[in-house]
Nanobody
Framework: QVQVVESGGGLAQSGGSLRLSCTASGLTFRAYAMAWFRQAAGKEREGVSCIPSNSIHTYYADSVKGRFAISRDNAKNTLYLQMNSLKPEDTAMYYC?????????????????????WGQGTQVTVSS
């Protein structure tokens, strides 16, 4: 049974940093692209970042480019999201998602049907 578990969320001040982790079990982690999504209260879920199985290219939403960094450790079945220079508008529930392929689609951020396993989310709150 596939399990996806996020951790590392919490409260941070504007300008601060947090590092999210996502551990996936019950699957061949190294074979799939992975992504982070987030959903703020009253808003639709949006793509934050995507990383293919081989980590060669990474993709980011314009709103986080230059501040967030996605990475993965296939030996540990773990995905990371380093979030720096946090802003109040980064406040959201952050979700880890397992892709259906080993690469990120051009439409990675909007094609949520391309992800077949999701975690329960970890809350990130940024105070001003």
């Amino acid at each position: 049974q596939v399990q996806v578990v996020e951790s590392g969320g919490g409260l941070a001040q504007s300008g601060g940093s947090l590092r999210l982790s996502c551990t996936a079990s019950g699957l061949t982690f190294r074979a799939y692209a992975m992504a982070w999504f987030r959903q703020a209260a009253g808003k639709e879920r949006e793509g934050v970042s995507c990383i293919p199985s081989n980590s060669i290219h990474t993709y980011y939403a314009d709103s986080v480019k230059g501040r967030f960094a996605i990475s993965r450790d296939n030996a540990k079945n773990t995905l990371y999201l380093q979030m720096n220079s946090l802003k109040p508008e980064d406040t959201a529930m952050y979700y880890c998602a397992v892709g259906r392929r080993d690469y990120c689609l051009v439409s990675w951020a909007s094609s949520q049907y391309e992800y077949n396993k999701w975690g329960q989310g970890t809350q990130v709150t940024v105070s001003s």
